[in-house]
């Protein structure tokens, strides 16, 4: 768990280059990381130029799987992105917004995460509400599967959207870390 992820054959072949690198070109190329504390236990957290770009548990095969998804070699980052440790705790009103990159995904999935995004700290939407506020209010399903591929789970609070039932449904943390995320947002804002 502590383990480095394996170095980068592309990160190793430019730092063998006679020449240094134009200023900010390993940025746009690499992606960094970082280890951090949230809600949900250590996560991994990638982020690029742009923002951040992908969160999950830590453990084994994380960076390989960020290698995988976004095809971008990884370095380990000296600090974390400005505003990321308050908006893995769940933001709130007096919070910065960190910069998020959603490259990569379709412009219906970037919608919803936006979508998402919006709901405040301690209220939850249905599904058909994100649906609605994106223009396809027959794509309950299809937010459903864009809010299950969320890149970026906390950061994009995805686990305030709930079914219209009222029961919860599903979460890339297990559906127990969403029902504690709720309530501890609750009863901070209550």
């Known amino acids: 768990m502590n383990r480095d992820p394996r170095p980068d054959p592309l990160i190793e072949g430019l730092a063998g280059l006679a020449d240094d690198a134009p200023p900010r070109l390993l940025d746009r190329i690499a992606a960094r990381w970082v280890r951090a504390d949230s809600p949900v236990g250590a996560v991994f957290v990638a982020?690029?130029?742009?923002?951040?770009?992908?969160v999950r548990r830590d453990g084994p095969g994380v960076a390989e799987e960020f290698r995988r998804r976004f095809g971008r070699p990884l370095l380990r980052a000296d600090s974390p992105p400005d505003g990321l440790a308050p908006a893995l705790l769940g933001g709130g009103t007096a919070a910065p917004e960190v910069?998020?990159?959603?490259?990569?995904l379709t412009g219906f999935q970037a919608?919803?995460?936006?979508?998402?995004?919006?709901?405040?700290?301690?209220?939850?939407?249905?599904y058909a509400w994100v649906a609605d506020l994106v223009g396809r209010p027959?794509?309950?399903?299809?937010?459903?599967?864009?809010?299950a591929t969320n890149?970026?789970?906390?950061?994009?609070?995805?686990?305030?959207?709930?079914?219209?039932?009222g029961t919860l449904g599903q979460y890339i943390f297990g559906a127990d870390a969403k029902a504690d995320l709720l309530r501890e947002e609750r009863a901070a804002a209550g």
């Open 111 to 126: 919608d919803v995460l936006r979508a998402a995004r919006t709901i405040p700290r301690g209220q939850v939407r249905p």
């Open 138 to 147: 027959r794509a309950v399903r299809a937010v459903g599967t864009a809010l």
């Open 99 to 104: 910069a998020v990159d959603l490259r990569g």
């Open 47 to 54: 982020f690029t130029d742009r923002g951040v770009a992908y």
């Open 151 to 165: 890149p970026v789970p906390l950061v994009i609070p995805c686990h305030r959207v709930t079914r219209s039932d």
